[in-house]
């Protein structure tokens, strides 16, 4: 999986999102050491069969089985966007809070993967309490969405409640992740949805920061403009508030 945490220092070539697709379906060595029908019933969710996912079910295979790399059925759909597939395994109730062995929902893995129709799924009203599920280094789904610069996912996500200015485990929020990857259109739904722009990450950088820093200048120049603009008004509403709080601290008690 692509790292949602910039580098120090980001080369060019680190900027560029890479998906690093998962396989479809599971190896040799894990089909030998799990169930034939199992494997099957695996394979059958990875490459979009509804039919044998269907035929599994109706044999009583178990819905939230792991395979080999923790992953449940339904992530396996998520990941590979077959929405007809995850309609039908939620349908049969199965869990979409379980996670891989990376520790990624399958919201996560649709999110990373930009499958804007499966995350749509996955964000109805009875799931939302899941929207800002997090990996263990903190990394929500809007946060992949945005580091891979998905801006259909990214409105679904915030339209389902996701925060748009939580942190992972470097302090890195929505914001710095898209502007460090230059992605101009996630920038402006962030900030239409009151994303923050001050906040400094684990290596003391803003978002704006990253946007001076970005490969291709005059996107680098127009998200920094925005960030700008929107940085003042911060600071702003900061010394607003802090003159607020001295003068209510100053009030005599009566």
């Known amino acids: 999986k692509k790292s949602t945490t910039p580098a120090t220092t980001p080369a060019p070539a680190a900027r560029k999102a890479s998906l690093n697709p998962r396989r479809s379906a599971i190896s040799e ?21 509804a039919a044998s996912v ?21 992530n396996r759909a998520a990941e590979n966007n077959h929405a007809a597939v995850v309609t039908q395994l939620l349908g049969r109730a199965a869990n979409s809070a379980l996670e891989d062995g990376d520790g990624y929902t399958p919201l996560h893995n649709a999110a990373r ?42 409105q679904l996500l915030l339209g389902a409640g996701a925060k748009a200015s939580t942190t992972n485990a470097a302090l890195n929020t929505p914001m710095h992740l898209a502007a460090w990857q230059g992605h101009l259109e996630v920038v402006d739904l962030l900030l239409a949805a009151g994303g923050k ?20 200048a005059d996107v ?6 925005k960030l700008w603009a929107k940085g003042m008004a911060e600071q702003a509403g900061a010394r607003n508030f802090r003159r607020a709080i001295r003068r209510s601290s100053a009030r005599p008690s009566l």
């Open 54 to 74: 269907a035929k599994a079910l109706s044999d009583g295979q178990k819905i939230d089985l792991r395979d080999k790399q923790g992953y449940t059925a339904l």
């Open 197 to 216: 722009v001050l906040p400094k990450d684990s290596w003391e950088k803003t978002a704006l920061d990253y946007a001076k820093e970005y490969e291709d």
């Open 113 to 154: 993967r930009g499958n804007a129709a499966v995350v749509e799924l996955l964000t109805a009203e009875e799931r939302r309490r899941e929207v800002d599920a997090r990996t263990p280094d903190q990394t929500t789904a809007l946060m992949e969405a945005c580091s891979n610069g998905h801006a259909d996912v990214v």
């Open 29 to 49: 060595e894990e089909a030998a050491a799990i169930d034939p029908k199992a494997v099957a019933f695996f394979k059958a969710a990875a490459d979009g069969d």
């Open 220 to 225: 680098g120049k127009q998200i920094a403009e």
